[in-house]
């Protein structure tokens, strides 16, 4: 049964192609030597990067035995396992600190995300530039790294099945600071007037006024707090609308 589940999902891996979501995090990785991708989805990005000679060598981890084994039989497929190792275990925690030049946290929450940067500051300090992709709560992502001294050297929309997701590169070495103001939308985005941002914007806003709706009604503390921070965050949404029109 393992056997026969492992081959199913190995199908067609000969043919490796990245989704526009994760081909734009591979494609970013160019000149450097070492990367780590955490929580690796079967490893796609590391072969994807070790077989075009982008990175030389990779780490691979997930915290579930299942994907792990995927990704190293998906590894031994393209006879790369002298290239790409395979680690279980949480986030940042199965890495050496200075192993990997590039670190890649992609497809999961922002709380995760900044959970898995706290627990693993160090290694996380080592890399030359992190990749992190937030799936939701991007605002959590940015705040850690600005109060951690890291400095965002750029940001990124792509669209990918139908959604627009966001992708921040971020390097060590700035000066820790506050984030006092909202971060909801990362400031290179807003700088550079991103061509995807007025309707990840509206997408935003239109999530927003929904949840607001499904509140009006509601009497408990939370909800109504709730309800306080979705107001915000709907003005902060709506001036950035205004702006880049």
């Known amino acids: 049964m393992r056997d026969t589940y492992i081959n199913a999902r190995l199908r067609g891996v000969g043919n490796l192609k990245l989704t526009p979501r994760l081909k734009i995090i591979a494609d970013s990785v160019k000149g450097f030597d070492t990367l780590a991708d955490i929580g690796s989805d079967h490893a796609y990005i590391p072969i994807y990067t070790v077989r075009n000679g982008w990175v030389k060598s990779a780490v691979a981890t997930d915290v ?88 965002i050297i750029d940001e990124e929309l792509v669209r990918d099945q139908g959604k627009i997701y966001e992708v921040i590169w971020s390097k060590p070495g700035g000066e820790a600071r506050d984030a006092k103001r909202p971060l909801f939308i990362g400031d290179r985005l807003i700088e550079k007037k991103h061509p995807l941002l007025a309707e990840f914007i509206s997408r935003r806003i239109n999530e927003l006024e929904k949840v607001m709706v499904a509140l009006e009604d509601a009497n408990s503390d939370k909800c109504r707090e709730r309800a306080e921070e979705c107001k915000a965050m709907l003005v902060y949404y709506r001036e950035v609308a205004e702006w880049v029109r």
């Open 64 to 151: 579930n035995s299942g994907p792990a084994e995927i990704s190293r039989e998906r590894i031994r497929n393209y006879e790369l396992e002298s290239r790409i190792c395979v680690r279980q275990g949480n986030g940042l925690q199965v890495l050496n600190s200075g192993e990997a030049e590039v670190i890649i946290i992609a497809g999961m929450g922002g709380i995760l995300i900044r959970d898995i940067l706290d627990k693993g500051a160090k290694v996380a300090e080592s890399a030359k530039v992190l990749i992190l992709q937030p799936m939701r709560d991007s605002e959590k992502v940015r705040a850690w790294l600005f109060e951690h001294g890291f400095e």
